[in-house]
Structure formats: C-alpha cells, structure tokens
C-alpha cells in the first residue's frame, strides 16, 4: 500500500496506459510459453477450479426461482466474477485468458509451437480442474441446498446451454471472450488488488447475464449438470453426455476468436510500431 501512495505521491497515474498494457501483455505472454509444463498444468487445474467456484456461486443464487429475471442475470454475473477475481488475483493460467498471447506472437516473440502448446496444456489442465471441482462440490452436497433447488438451477443452466444450434454456441463463445479478455486487459492495467476486482466486475457479469458460453466455465456447468441429470435431479436425460462435446467444441473455437479479435486489435494499434523499428 506504501508504494501505491509513493506512486501517487510522484505524480504516477493508477494504472496502466493501453500502449503499456500491450507491452505488459507481450511480456506475460512470453514468460507463459516458457514457463515449466509441470507448472502450467498446476495453474491450470487451479483456473479450472477458480472458474468452477464462481459458476457454484452462480448456481446457488439462481437456486432461489421467485428471483425475476433481470434480478438473476445481474447479481448471479456479480456472483461468477468470483472466478476471475481468483484467476487474476491468486495467480493461474486459463485457457480464454491465455488467448492474448497472440500479442506476444504477432510481435515475433514466440512461436506457433510454443503458444499452441500453451493453449492445450492450459485447456487440459482447465478441465481437470473443472472436474476436480465438480466432484467436491458434489460431494460435499452443495446441489442439495434450499431443498434440492440449487441442483435442479445446475440442471437447468446445463440444459440450457445445449439446446441452441452449434453455430449459436460458436457466436457465443465469441462474444463471451471478448468480454473475458477486456477483463483480463483492465487487469494488466491495474496496480492494486481492488482496481483489479473492481475492473472485473462490469465485463464479467455483462457475458453472464447476456448468456455468452465460457468454455472453461461450462467444463463445470455441463458434467454437474450431466452428472445430477442422470440421478433424476430436474428433468432427467437433460443433459446427454455427448451434449458436453458439442457445446464444448463450439465454445472453445469461439472464444479463441474471441481472444484473437481483442488481442490482435490492440497489437495493431499498440504493438506493431516496434516491430517495424
């Protein structure tokens, strides 16, 4: 806290300017690709939890069914904003977020290799971590609070993410990692802990309650769902396991995009100037 009275003593502006967050992302960027497979993959399973504790809090909200609609999307966005704050806070590697290494590779600093490599491993352990979590959070009887409402809330938002066609869910994705990857922008441009949580918290909650697809969040929502599904908790058969491939799929190559479209038009403007040096 000292340093950031210091800062702002001298005269230092609270936070980033975007030709520095750019830089600062190139620079993260790099150290993610060379960053040890053993600890990638520990960060990773971190993320995936980190997302699956939000997407539970999120669950537990809308387990309440007297909540008009706007009510719900508005505070249980509020709600999943726990996951990212966790990410980005606590310090883990997630797959929509890592995205934006893109900058780091229009700018010549690392190879296709190395990012694809990057974003598989980071995907992987994202669902191992998601998984993880499903398992404790079922274990540990969450689905069964407020009389078994919040697991018919889980089954639902499952289901719900199934049913649209898969050129939808890919739009989704889309949208859904725009948002992600402003958010994790507005976070390279913080210098405190709560500029970061704070500048989180309209972009996140914004794709929640617009009904964007997260992939990462939905390696939670989908096996719960799955998963309570087949033991007649909401409607049984609601959420067929091969139902999580395609949503997945779908989610995924969108919010790739997604990540490439913010990523690429900050390089342009930002990043490609010292390139042509």
Known sequence: MSNVRNDLRLGMPDSLAPLEIEAKVEEVGVGKVGMAVSKVLVLAVLAGAFIAFGGMYFCIFLGDATMPFAVQRA???LCFCLGLVLVLCCGAELFTGNSLIICAKASGKVGWAAMLKNWALVWLGNLAGALLAVALIYLAQVWSMNGGAVGEAMVSVAAGKVSPAWM???????????????????????????????GIILPISAFVAAGFEHCVANMFFLPMGCLLSSMGVGAPGAVPFESIL??????????????????????FVFGQKKVEK
């Open 75 to 77: 505070v249980g966005g």
């Open 246 to 267: 395609y949503n997945l799929s779908a989610a995924t190559l969108g919010n790739i995009v997604g990540g490439l479209l913010v990523g690429l038009a900050y390089w």
């Open 168 to 198: 939808t869910l890919f739009f989704k994705g889309i949208m859904c990692n725009i948002f992600v990857c402003l958010a994790v922008w507005i976070g390279f441009s913080a210098r405190t802990v709560v500029d970061k949580v704070i």
